[in-house]
T-cell receptor, first 113, second 110 residues
Framework: GAVVSQHPSWVICKSGTSVKIECRSL??????MFWYRQFPKQSLMLMAT?????????EQGVEKDKFLINHASLTLSTLTVTSAHPEDSSFYIC?????????FGPGTRLTVL | AQRVTQPEKLLSVFKGAPVELKCNYS??????LFWYVQYSRQRLQLLLR??SRESIKGFTADLNKGETSFHLKKPFAQEEDSAMYYC????????????FGAGTRLAVHP
């Protein structure tokens, strides 16, 4: 149990376009999900906490207008990278909270050309 | 500021040798520490947490508040233990946010 999926697993887009990444908890409900970013050979950096039915809480230095988070249901949170630029290229990972344990998705690799 | 330090990027051992992956933390509140593991081409998964005080796959970790450490240990490493290991700190206050260390790659050679 406690499976989290992400879609797509990888995406390539042109600079200036927007990309949406989905995070789903498949076999449990999650009122709280988290979005992380991981650069090559670096650790996971928390971007924001996504709360079902309310606004996301962003970490310091993360632009909320650039990284739009929507947590419209108890099993789905989406991260939209707006007006993507090459520096947004990264590995984006979500997690869903069940109890007090985070369960992680497989990640989405975003490449912005 | 909250911080998790894993001083070793790579730890290379032979099969059967003892393993200790170091983790130190900095946090003024009541810490809750985790070890996560990421095997090749797989997602991050929870290995163990300090409040459980359990042994998973032969690994143990003890929280030492005096030394602010949560080192991961295994007496006899196996090749299948080769993976990336991340130490993480959960902030108190019900936020459940995790602060990750940089990670240590464990390579167990035959």
């Amino acid at each position: 149990g406690a499976v989290v999926s992400q879609h797509p697993s990888w995406v390539i887009c042109k600079s200036g376009t927007s990309v949406k990444i989905e995070c789903r908890s498949l076999d449990f409900q999650a009122t709280t999900m988290f979005w992380y970013r991981q650069f090559p050979k670096q650790s996971l950096m928390l971007m924001a906490t996504s709360n079902e039915g309310s606004k996301a809480t962003y970490e310091q230095g993360v632009e909320k207008d650039k990284f739009l988070i929507n947590h419209a249901s108890l099993t789905l949170s989406t991260l939209t990278v707006t007006s993507a630029h090459p520096e947004d290229s990264s590995f984006y990972i979500c997690s869903a909270l069940r109890g007090d344990t985070q369960y992680f998705g497989p990640g989405t690799r975003l490449t912005v050309l | 500021a909250q911080r998790v330090t894993q001083p070793e990027k790579l730890l290379s051992v032979f099969k059967g040798a003892p393993v200790e992956l170091k983790c130190n933390y900095s946090y003024s509140g009541s810490p809750e520490l985790f070890w996560y593991v990421q095997y090749s081409r797989q997602r991050l998964q929870l290995l163990l947490r300090h409040i459980s005080r359990e042994s998973i796959k032969g690994f143990t970790a003890d929280l030492n508040k005096g030394e602010t450490s949560f080192h991961l240990k295994k007496p006899f490493a196996q090749e299948e233990d080769s993976a990336m290991y991340y130490c993480a700190l959960s902030l108190s206050g019900g936020y459940n946010k995790l602060i990750f260390g940089a990670g240590t790659r464990l390579a167990v050679h035959p």
